[in-house]
């Protein structure tokens, strides 16, 4: 006996399984030919061939189901399609996303953002963190500090050790 054939879901749920293949570079490829002209000309701006550059509107266009480019005979490309020119629209969007994004990450890799665990037994929670918390905020406005209360100076240790605390 054959095995059942996989049950098929929603168009919308395939169509989603699709655009997982969706990579940067096609879009960025896509980008290239419109402000340049031509695949050969956005190979030479991305580095790449002309015929990795037609590789990956192919498979841009296989992706979402419908030509992103204008294509006539004897040139590789006249301009892009209504739906090339959505999915630029939709590239800026992901252009300005990913550079907050690289922003971000910039800013913790340099300690500037993020979350600080700090572990403190009562005395100090009580007396000394109200005083470092707030200079640390002036200081630091984008890092969070989260504390984390201890019993003893071992538990800290011990805490540190294990990753659950920075200081």
């Given at each position: ?123 100090v929670g009580t007396r000394l963190l109200p005083k470092l918390a707030l200079r640390f ?31």
């Amino acid at each position: 006996t054959r095995p059942a054939a996989p049950a098929r879901g929603s168009l919308a749920r395939r169509v989603a399984e699709y655009w997982v293949g969706l990579e940067l570079r096609h879009l960025s490829a896509l980008q290239a030919i419109d402000e340049e002209g031509s695949f050969k000309e956005a190979a030479i701006r991305l580095g790449y061939t002309p015929s990795a550059i037609s590789q990956q509107i192919a498979s841009l266009e296989r992706i979402v189901g419908t030509r992103v480019i204008e294509r006539e005979h004897g040139r590789s490309a006249v301009g892009l399609t209504d739906a090339g020119k959505v999915l630029l629209c939709h590239m800026a969007a992901i252009e300005a996303r990913l550079s907050a994004a690289r922003t971000d990450l910039e800013a913790i890799t340099r300690g500037v953002a993020g979350t600080l665990r700090v572990g403190v037994w009562e005395s100090v929670g009580t007396r000394l963190l109200p005083k470092l918390a707030l200079r640390f905020r002036e200081a630091l406005p984008e890092v969070r500090l989260d504390i984390v209360d201890a019993a003893d100076d071992h538990s800290i240790v011990r805490s540190l050790e294990r990753g659950l605390i920075d200081v």
